[in-house]
């Protein structure tokens, strides 16, 4: 924690935000963990990583709602190395919520971003009884 504010003292950087919001996560500290992601945001709108992590600290608030549009956010950010995250995410609220169809083609847009990935493969196969 202290390495990536002391590196953020010297240039702020959305990754560094983002790692550092990700360090308060693991404590929890979720409020914490969305500032930093916001100031990654004002930093840079275009990295995709820390509008999804919001998403997920929502999602772990148990704010769901709230967690949708920062995943959509997410998914349109031209810069993100792993784009197949805020779909899995968004498959895994509606799934929650009882929405097969929503979450079969959020797994399905995930691998298409990313073939083979197991976490939306897994979700697939979860979700195929229930769409017979």
């Not at 550092?20 to 996560?25: Q, T």
């Not at 998914?75 to 779909?87: G, K, L, S, V």
Request: aromatic share 12%; charged share 25%; glycine share 8%.
């Amino acid at each position: 924690m202290q390495l990536y504010q002391a590196s953020l003292a010297e240039l702020p950087t959305a990754e560094a935000h983002t790692f550092l919001g990700w360090v308060y996560s693991f404590e929890r500290r979720y409020d914490e963990a969305i500032a930093e992601c916001k100031r990654a945001i004002a930093v840079d709108p275009t990295f995709g990583n820390p509008y999804n992590d919001i998403g997920c600290y929502l999602i772990e608030l148990g704010r769901d709602d709230d967690a949708i549009p920062w995943l959509k956010r997410a998914m349109d950010a031209p810069r993100y190395e792993a784009p197949q995250f805020p779909h899995v995410n968004l498959a895994r609220i509606y799934e929650k919520k009882g929405q097969v169809l929503d979450a079969v083609a959020e797994y399905g847009r995930a691998l298409d971003k990313m073939p083979g990935y197991a976490p939306a493969i897994g979700g697939l196969r979860r979700l195929q009884g229930r769409v017979n």
